[in-house]
């Protein structure tokens, strides 16, 4: 899990986002964030682009833990709460995988525990192998 863990800083965006992985196993997969002052819109609450990543990437690696190349072909995220500061934690759960799919559920939560938002992706499984061997050098992200 710690090779695939670090396939995944190869993403950029997250990375420069301030995005990591705090834990990854089969099927699961948790991200943080500290909200900045980059992270807010012109209302001073997080762009919701910011939030997307962040579940994005825990979506990412939980869908991917198994070592396959899968691919995002559907997500949604629906808000329920503003967020101005503080940590913000993504759990993905993959909840069903298929030979060819895997749909997985990511909550994201503020520094409370309290709900801030769900995101749902579905990921196309192309089933070859994800190339660890360049795990934590250049490579192509997700």
């Known amino acids: ?12 965006y997250a990375k420069e986002n301030g995005i990591r992985i705090v834990e990854i196993r089969p099927g699961y997969a948790r991200t943080e964030m500290t909200v900045e002052p980059r992270h807010l819109n012109a209302v001073g609450i997080l762009q919701g682009g910011a939030l997307f990543t962040l579940a994005d990437l825990a979506f990412a690696a939980a869908s991917n833990s ?21 940590k913000l934690t993504a759990t993905a ?6 030979r060819r799919l895997s749909t997985c559920v990511v ?9 801030v938002a769900l995101f749902k992706g579905v990921a196309y499984i ?17």
């Open 1 to 12: 899990m710690e090779r695939i863990a670090r396939f995944f800083e190869n993403d950029r």
């Open 66 to 86: 198994h070592g396959v190349v899968a691919v995002a072909c559907q997500a949604d995220v629906t808000w329920f709460k503003a967020v101005e500061s503080g």
């Open 93 to 98: 759960e993959e909840i069903a995988r298929t």
């Open 107 to 115: 909550r994201i939560t503020g520094q409370h525990d309290e709900l």
């Open 126 to 142: 192309k089933g070859s192998p994800l190339e660890l061997g360049n795990a934590g050098g250049a490579g192509s992200g997700r």
